[in-house]
């Protein structure tokens, strides 16, 4: 019998859960696992998860400040929480994100990401099983270049083009996650096109990105994240890591497609793209020249800091 599509995809790529739900990620045996506002605020109003949100309330409830302040403690001991719990079932490293409202603070985000990984080390939990997720914004760039001296590693996420990717290598970054699905949802929208296999725009950017730091020794991983569907995946079979939904993951299980190893580190070395100079405004420009990656970073901080306001109303009703 031959292997299904994760199996394959597996021997070629670290296969990471994008998700909060541990069933599911027992179910697929990936190697880390990533969450996000939108993951955790979906997962505590599952039954399964009540007594984590219960225990999260419990633990910061008679904490000191005011109500709001003591929801934002409750939140990140939630997410300790979550983590702690995932890295049970996984042998690798969770995602842990920091307050997208923070996103334009890089002072904020630093402190930020030294509670959480403090908050991890009380528990036993090694700041190598950490990543912790911070958008890739130029303040964002800043703040991972700050902590990742110190040890604590960073995955850049919201990145949608090769300006942001460059920046986040020139910080250090120990890894980041282009949105494959989202750079296709701008493109069919824009256009009216459908786009498959090696001409998805998502696809294309994750490539060049790839090639950029193989090709320039960037020791940054490249983790492709958010996927519309299987063959998406399939042409990114390669790649460091790839985060995947647990539906995706479901159907690459199901598939008995043949994956074969489309992106090549030795091969990207020779690929013919440009080293790019960048410092903040030439950062911020090349930003600005590009309509999607402008717009879609913009929606993305928008969208998980709205789903942060979600779970601290959740919580703000039971404190």
């Known amino acids: ?24 990620i027992q179910e697929y045996t990936p190697q ?24 999260a309330i419990a633990d ?10 003591r929801a934002r403690a409750i939140i990140d001991r939630l997410l300790i929480l979550f983590g702690c ?35 991890y080390k009380a528990e036993g939990i090694d700041r190598e099983r950490v990543l912790i997720k911070i958008a890739a914004n130029w303040e964002g760039t800043q703040a991972a270049k700050i902590v990742q001296k110190e040890g604590i590693q960073c995955n850049l996420t919201l990145m949608f083009s090769l300006p942001q990717a460059v920046g986040c290598a020139e910080a250090g970054a120990r890894l980041i ?18 786009y498959t296999g090696a001409e998805d725009p998502g696809v294309k950017s994750v490539r060049q990105i790839y090639a950029y730091y193989k090709k320039f020794g960037y020791p940054t ?7 519309r569907n299987m063959g998406q995946i399939v042409e990114l079979a390669g790649c460091d890591l790839l985060t995947i939904s647990p539906n995706l993951l479901g159907e690459l299980k199901a598939s008995t497609v043949k994956v ?60």
């Open 260 to 319: 074969e190893k489309k992106l090549d580190a030795e091969v990207a070395k020779k690929d013919p793209i440009a080293k790019l100079p960048l410092d903040e405004k030439t950062y911020r420009f090349l930003l600005n020249e590009d309509a999607m990656a402008t717009e879609k970073l913009a929606e993305g901080i928008r969208s998980f800091s709205a789903d942060i306001v979600k779970l601290e109303k959740k919580i703000l009703a039971k404190i």
């Open 32 to 55: 880390d696992a990533t969450t996000n506002p939108t993951l955790i605020e979906k997962a505590v109003g599952m039954p399964a998860y009540q007594s984590l949100l219960e225990k």
């Open 1 to 24: 019998m031959s292997a299904n599509a994760l199996e394959q995809l597996k021997k070629f790529t670290t296969v990471v859960a994008d998700t909060g739900d541990f069933a599911l």
């Open 221 to 227: 991983q490249v983790m492709g994240a958010s996927f």
């Open 85 to 119: 719990e995932i890295l049970k079932i996984v042998p690798g490293r969770v995602s842990t994100e920091v307050d997208a409202r923070l996103s334009f603070d890089a002072d904020a985000m630093v402190a930020k990401a030294r509670q959480l990984i403090g908050m």
């Open 60 to 69: 910061g409830k008679g904490g000191a400040g005011s109500k709001e302040e």
């Open 177 to 194: 996650s282009p949105f494959v699905g989202r750079i296709y949802d701008w493109y069919k929208k824009s256009t009216g096109k459908e």
